[in-house]
């Protein structure tokens, strides 16, 4: 991608709820720690034994790399949480060209495939014909909405296929809809789709399990960069998410 094509806009984001105790984050996240790293440390144990097979090997490997990354993400995703609440997080917006974006996307999306072991699923890609077509917003976290949001439906999606489109239809707007044909989400699970703790799960910080963390960081990201997001599912069908990026000036 040509990063240099235009002056970066730097914005740095307003603190959020003040109100809202960070730390009660950390107690609701214990099942979500400890899982990962109870895998990493057992089949690590595991790799030790003599006798095991080359296929044991690469599954225990592949057991323990889907963990690490699953800890990487979380830890990922505390971070960002951290610097919202505090309003530290900052944001780079500069003209993003699309073909760049697909790119690097299909190589991200395509290692999660080998990871999670699914070549069984089909990724499709779409782009404006325009090689050079582009819209203006901070690429580093465009990306990682997009990369949360394909992960989510390949953990989700036993086959079938995932799709990526962005589409400019008009020059005022940028749509992107990451579709699966994975399980669906049931409508009552939509209403709260996006928040860590549903208001059903109990005060925070008693025994309460958190629960989308990675779409709630999504949300929040896509409400600080004036991103419109938008959910579609259907049970045992799949799932359609579509971001609406409004134009900007560099």
């Given at each position: ?189 939509l209403k709260n789709l996006f928040e ?55």
């Amino acid at each position: 991608m040509n990063d240099e094509t235009g002056p970066d806009e730097l914005v740095k984001n307003k603190p959020s709820d003040p109100g809202l105790n960070f730390p009660n984050y950390l107690s609701g996240l214990s099942h979500d720690i400890r899982t990962p790293l109870s895998a990493i440390i057992g089949f690590s144990d595991l790799l030790i034994e003599p006798r095991l097979s080359r296929a044991e090997q690469r599954s225990y490997c592949l057991m323990i790399a889907r963990s690490s990354r699953k800890l990487l993400d979380l830890m990922s995703n505390l971070i960002d949480l951290a610097k919202i609440e505090t309003g530290n997080l900052e944001f780079f917006f500069k003209p993003v060209y699309i073909k760049d974006l697909i790119d690097e996307l299909k190589i991200e999306i395509n290692e999660m495939v080998s990871l999670y072991e699914k070549k069984q699923i089909t990724l499709k890609f779409q782009a404006p014909a325009d090689n050079m077509a582009y819209f203006i917003t901070d690429k580093g976290r465009i990306f990682q909405i997009i990369r949360i949001l394909m992960e989510n439906s390949l953990r989700y999606t036993k086959e079938g296929s995932i799709s990526l489109v962005i589409k400019q239809d008009s020059p005022e707007l940028t749509t992107i809809e990451i579709s699966d044909t994975g399980c669906g989400i049931e409508k009552e699970l939509l209403k709260n789709l996006f928040e860590m703790f549903p208001p059903t799960d109990g005060p925070l910080g008693k025994k309460t399990k958190a629960r989308g963390m990675s779409l709630s960081v999504v949300k929040k990201l896509c409400d600080m960069m004036g991103v419109g997001i938008e959910v579609s599912s259907w049970v045992g069908a799949g799932t359609k998410f579509k971001l609406n990026v409004p134009r900007r000036e560099a």
